[in-house]
């Protein structure tokens, strides 16, 4: 089945530690994004990419890192430098980055907390 | 920011209609309309969008203003399934979405 991937579905971690969420797809998509939602609020784009080793920062980029070095992973490190970082963490994609007529496909979500 | 303006909540009873609506008085000519729902502790699903014609699919029908300033969801017969935050979200030119709060909708049996 064609789809998008996170993993784990629950994590935790102690504050000042980094963590790396996964993000996998195999719909052959060239853009993925990575959204965070806290709770009664909808999501926010932390960063997003439209093709292969090229990325760019959306609105809520600050504390967190991102590559792109295939097209089916996009991977999001949470650093210690995100002053609250405990949230529902999504990843999606599309199949083409412009246009502004292709639908997003998202992935289960992972849920982060910060102890 | 938002460009889209929706009530904090609706309700419904089972198999009847409803209609979820949108204020987007600053659209432009080139905007998109995209409906999305979340249901709780899930990633959003795209529901229907359009430009400017209404449209139809298995999901859901979408009502277009002729101004294009507002824009209507419409579920023609609600089950408990749909129950759920709808987000109606204008796109230009590209596929970054904002979201804003939604409307929750609550379906009764």
């Known amino acids: 089945d064609g789809g998008i991937t996170q993993s784990p579905k629950y994590l935790f971690r102690k504050e000042g530690q980094n963590v790396t969420l996964s993000c996998e797809q195999n719909?052959?998509?060239?853009?993925m994004y990575w959204y965070r939602q806290d709770p009664g609020q909808g999501l926010r784009l932390i960063y997003y990419s439209q093709i292969v080793n090229d990325f760019q920062k959306g609105d809520i980029a600050e504390g967190y890192s991102v590559s792109r070095e295939k097209k089916e992973s996009f991977p999001l490190t949470v650093t210690s430098a995100q002053k609250n970082p405990t949230a529902f963490y999504l990843c999606?994609?599309?199949?083409?980055?412009?246009?502004?007529?292709?639908?997003?496909?998202f992935g289960p979500g992972t849920r982060l907390t910060v102890l | 920011d938002a460009k889209t303006t929706q009530p904090n909540s609706m309700e419904s009873n089972e198999e009847e209609p409803v209609h979820l609506p949108c204020n987007h008085s600053t659209i432009s000519g080139t905007d998109y309309i995209h409906w999305y729902r979340q249901l709780p502790s899930q990633g959003p699903e795209y529901v229907i969008h359009g430009l400017t014609s209404n449209v139809n699919n298995r999901m859901a029908s979408l009502a277009i203003a002729e101004d294009r300033k507002s824009s209507t969801l419409i579920l023609h017969r609600a089950t408990l399934r749909d129950a759920a935050v709808y987000y109606c979200i204008l796109t230009e030119n590209t596929d970054k979405l904002i979201f804003g709060t939604g409307t929750r909708l609550q379906v009764f049996p």
């Open positions: 999606a994609s599309s199949i083409d980055p412009s246009g502004g007529y292709n639908e997003q496909f």
């Open positions: 719909l052959n998509h060239d853009a």
